[in-house]
């Protein structure tokens, strides 16, 4: 309410003015109950998302474990063949072999190991490689000496790289 004057400031009359804030309250009520709604969904869908990367994850450590398990069996197998032969030739194939599938299961261990399964550090699998050949093979007279530079790939290009490195550095070795 309002006091109208006239020039010489005396009152005239009152002005009143009303605002309607009924559809003001039920437009922020019902924008309320949408946001209210929504933030429900959304916790529904993140726990959903959660339980299903859980899973997943559950499922790659699995199987990731049973390939692991897989290749160990079968160096087991390859180097038992190995010692039971009396051929040289043969003998000497298993063990390429062995030698083979031990790369592949250092790609598995690092590929498992590592945060970003999705890429393979070649540098870094070379170096590992090369100690553990070395440390199997408990030679004295080898010295290892590296200058590897970080070299990422797709985790997909890891097993054929790691048999082209285990070829080089077993040729490398055996020099």
Known sequence: VSPVRDVSGAVIYFFASQLDFTNIK??????ARA????????????????????????LVHEVDHRVKN???????????????TDNEVVERTLMSVLNRVEALSTVQRKLLNDEDVGH??????ANTLMLDKIGALK????????DLHEVV??????????????????????R
């Open 35 to 58: 946001r209210h709604i929504a933030e429900e969904e959304v916790a529904l869908r993140t726990a959903d998302l959660t339980e299903a990367l859980r899973a997943k994850t559950a």
């Open 139 to 146: 030679r004295t007279d080898i010295s290892l000496t590296t």
């Open 26 to 31: 039920s437009k922020e009520a019902e924008l």
């Open 120 to 125: 393979f550090d070649v540098a870094d699998f």
């Open 153 to 174: 790939v797709p985790a997909t290009k890891a097993s054929p790289l790691a048999l082209i490195i285990n070829e080089l550095i077993g040729d490398a070795i055996g």
């Open 70 to 84: 897989n290749l160990l069996t079968i160096a087991s197998i390859v180097k038992l063949q190995a010692r039971m």
